[in-house]
């Protein structure tokens, strides 16, 4: 049972939250011909098509998500308005375009697959029965819009599959700036993007959806968080990755085949779109206005983790996607309109280049 209490009423969900702009199909088709081209770069260079990004897999896990019993009226909405059990997919992935030495330290991405799931859909998802949440280990996007990624993402692009070592010289350079960096109490997202990030446990960390998606009557913000003591033991657990290209796919394997994984699934709902904007996606919604609070929880029983048969099942035949949802779970804002056609692009042009079909 939840106790934590709002300051304020939420904001409702109105169409009129989002606000469309006239140069946002230009950069969508923009986006899409990056996201392409760096795929077929990396399919043509190893003969198989992978993600145009997160191609890189390091846990491949079955659960369960239940959602909490007695939940608020505000929290008690879409696939969380009743106390069910779903069964769940879950991967854990890298942002670039290739499968880098894990020496390149880079921000961990968590992809959520619930299955099962019945009521109506987002336009586009119509024949689904999946409500897929993606999480990456900081609270905001690097970028505000989807036209600030694309110009990130054309430099990225022009040195995909290029220099694998400099790589990972350039990321040991750039974790030892970015403990300096900590050191001020602050932690820098360019460094971290760049191949800065800490070389931690990624079962330790917590993860955001970073960007708002409709919450039933409200609109929300998302927050995957460890809470079993073994996943506890493992917040910024350092990884030793020496002479390991895979070491973080191993140190994942060998903790789940020995223990269960619990994460607690909370909401941070919207209670004013002038400081919790649905627009920009640079912007961290302030947990004092409005806390994160626990709406479900995800198990993992002591499995395998990863194996190539686990990659064939869930890197090749599925796709997880902000826009496999309910209605009542709608994304929200620039940046998630721009996924819409950008995850579409990519999960096609692998299914095709592999003659893999995606079950979902
Ligand atoms: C305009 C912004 C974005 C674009 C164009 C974009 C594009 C993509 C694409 C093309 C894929 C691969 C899809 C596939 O082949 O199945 C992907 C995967 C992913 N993205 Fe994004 N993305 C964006 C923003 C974000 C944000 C804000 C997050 C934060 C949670 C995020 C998290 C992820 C994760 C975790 C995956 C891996 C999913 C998996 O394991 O299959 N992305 N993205």
Request: charged letters at 25%; glycine letters at 8%.
């Amino acid at each position: 049972m939840n106790t934590t209490t709002l300051s304020a009423m939420p904001v409702r969900y109105d169409p009129a939250v989002e606000t469309f702009r006239d140069d946002e199909a230009q950069t969508q088709k923009d986006l899409v011909a990056t996201l392409v081209d760096m795929a077929s770069t990396m399919a043509d260079h190893t003969g198989h098509a992978m993600r145009a990004v997160h191609a890189k897999s390091h846990g491949l896990l079955r659960g369960e998500l239940r959602v909490l019993d007695g939940l608020p009226e505000p929290l008690a909405q879409g696939l969380f308005a009743s106390a069910r059990r779903y069964p769940v997919v879950m991967r854990l992935s890298t942002p670039p375009a290739e499968v880098l030495d894990d020496r390149v330290s880079l921000p961990r991405g968590m992809a959520v697959k619930v299955l099962g799931v019945e009521g109506a859909r987002v336009e586009g998802s119509e024949g689904g029965t999946t409500q897929d949440f993606l999480f990456v280990d900081g609270p905001v996007f690097a970028a505000p819009d989807a036209k600030g990624f694309l110009r990130s993402l054309k430099l990225l692009a022009s040195t995909t599959d290029k220099a694998p070592n400099a790589k990972r010289v350039l990321s040991s350079v750039l974790q030892g700036l970015e403990k300096t960096v900590e050191s001020f109490g602050t932690r820098s997202g360019t460094l971290i993007a760049l191949g800065g990030h800490p070389e931690t446990h990624p079962l330790g960390a917590t993860f955001f959806t970073q960007v708002p998606l409709r919450y039933g009557a409200y609109i929300a913000k998302l927050q995957l968080v460890p809470v079993s003591p073994a996943l506890l033991a493992l917040e910024n657990a350092p990884l030793d990755l020496a002479g390991k290209p895979d070491g973080t796919r191993e140190a994942v394997a060998d903790f789940i085949r020995q223990y269960p994984a619990v994460w607690e699934l909370r909401a941070q709902l919207c209670i004013d779109l002038e400081r919790m904007p649905v627009e920009d996606a640079s912007v961290e919604w302030p947990q004092e206005l409005s806390p994160f609070v626990a709406v479900a929880r995800i198990t993992a029983d002591p499995q395998e983790g990863w194996s190539e048969a686990l990659a064939r099942e869930v890197d090749d035949g599925m796709a997880f996607n902000p826009w496999h949802a309910l209605a009542a779970h709608r994304p929200l804002g620039n940046v998630m309109r721009a996924r819409k056609v950008a995850y579409a692009a990519s999960s096609e042009f692998r299914s095709e280049r592999n003659g893999c079909p995606i079950h979902r």
